[in-house]
């Protein structure tokens, strides 16, 4: 008889995939978001167009986030797929003026050299509260 077959222990990338998914957040300078997202990141937005890395980072360093607006995930949860990982959750940004404004969202990552990376992100706004 074969000797039953254990899951994977995925402790560690679940905790590795919810740190990146912290630091992605409130990343807002080129160098974290270039270690973050794969060379063939794509991130479709709602004007209907697709976002290279190249472009995705450009905005972002391009219209940065005030200082004074807190953001932070209301939900996250990692599911493991081998050398994949999908990340879904939502994430509240509070202005000091102004209403909070809550987005959900999908990232999908892989891993490629010992390493987690974004390959796709999408994210939808739901409203404030």
């Known amino acids: 008889m074969a000797a039953a077959q254990q899951a994977p222990d995925t402790t560690r990338d679940r905790a590795e995939l919810v740190a990146l ?5 409130h990343a807002q300078d080129a160098a974290t978001l270039d270690r973050i997202l794969a ?4 991130h479709p937005v709602a004007s209907g167009g697709f976002l290279t890395k ?3 980072i450009a905005w972002v360093v391009g219209h940065p ?8 995930f209301e939900s996250l949860t ?5 050398d994949a990982a999908v990340a ?3 994430v509240m940004a509070r202005p000091v003026a102004g209403r909070p404004v809550r987005t959900v969202f999908t990232d ?13 992100a999408q994210e939808n706004f739901v409203g404030g509260r």
């Not at 986030?65 to 932070?72: H, Q």
């Not at 990692?78 to 081998?82: M, S």
């Open 88 to 90: 879904n959750g939502a």
């Open 78 to 82: 990692v599911r493991l797929y081998g």
């Open 65 to 72: 986030r005030p200082a004074s607006t807190r953001v932070g």
């Open 108 to 120: 999908v990552f892989v891993r490629r050299g010992g390493r987690w990376q974004a390959v796709n």
């Open 39 to 42: 060379p063939d990141f794509v």
């Open 21 to 25: 998914e912290h630091t992605w957040l």
């Open 54 to 56: 190249a472009q995705h």
